[in-house]
């Protein structure tokens, strides 16, 4: 069975320094990654997803993940944060069931940006 | 049009009542799926209908009864719920049930049990 790890509940920063929002996965097979974003009273928001190909995904508002096979991770970076970024953030895998595909969530971990 | 809606955005019911919370898109999408979600928990996954087909049924009581009358419509029947049942309930949609396919979720229905 597929799993993902968010290992921090809330990650601080600073507006306009780099941002980090770590995810480790576990699948048998090939991984399909997924971060989706949630602001307060809305449904996700997809942000950007990892099939195959290049280690470095590039997404929705200046978001980007990077892949690494070795350590199982597919962590969600920005260069630039904004107040605005502050919302809660999903990583999410792929997994078989009953015939369809499911994502399997992490706990979530809340961003927030500090004007 | 990226858009799944949901209707209606707040809902209050007693445990005796009976409502729909309804669902649409027009993207073209074969996926559609219905999540409940608790306050800054993640989604938890009810039903998944594929080609209109339920294929997941993830062991929810039956007081919550799907219903895909179409490839854009997904709706789901409340009957005699539980104050435990007040959530977020979330559709989504995808292209397919496919590993590679991204959701696209709607704003969700907020749920209150009294």
């Known amino acids: 069975a597929q799993s993902v790890a968010q290992p921090e509940d809330q990650v601080n920063v600073a507006e306009g320094n780099p941002l980090t929002v770590k995810c480790t996965y576990s699948v048998s097979g090939n991984p399909y990654l997924f971060w989706y974003v949630q602001y307060p009273n809305r449904g996700l928001q997809f942000l950007l997803k990892?099939?195959?190909?290049?280690?470095l995904v590039k997404g929705s508002y200046g978001f980007e993940a990077e892949f690494n096979k070795s350590q199982t991770s597919f962590h969600l970076k920005k260069p630039s944060a904004l107040v605005s970024d502050s919302a809660l953030y999903f990583c999410a895998v792929s997994g078989l069931s009953g015939g369809s595909y499911i994502p399997t969530f992490g706990r979530g971990t809340s961003l927030i940006v500090h004007p | 049009d990226t858009e799944v809606t949901q209707t209606p955005k707040h809902l209050v019911m007693g445990m005796t009542n009976k409502k729909s919370l309804k669902c649409e898109q027009h993207?073209?999408?074969?996926?559609m799926y219905w999540y409940k979600q608790k306050a800054k928990k993640p989604p938890e996954l009810m039903f998944v209908y594929s080609y209109e087909k339920l294929s997941i049924n993830e062991s929810v009581p039956s007081r919550f009864s799907p219903e895909c009358p179409n490839s854009s419509l997904l709706n789901l029947h409340l009957h005699a719920l539980q104050p435990e049942d007040s959530a977020l309930y979330l559709c989504a949609s995808s292209q397919s049930a496919g590993a590679s396919d991204e959701q696209y979720f709607g704003p969700g229905t907020r749920l209150t049990v009294t």
């Open positions: 993207m073209g999408h074969r996926a």
């Open positions: 990892y099939i195959t190909g290049d280690n």
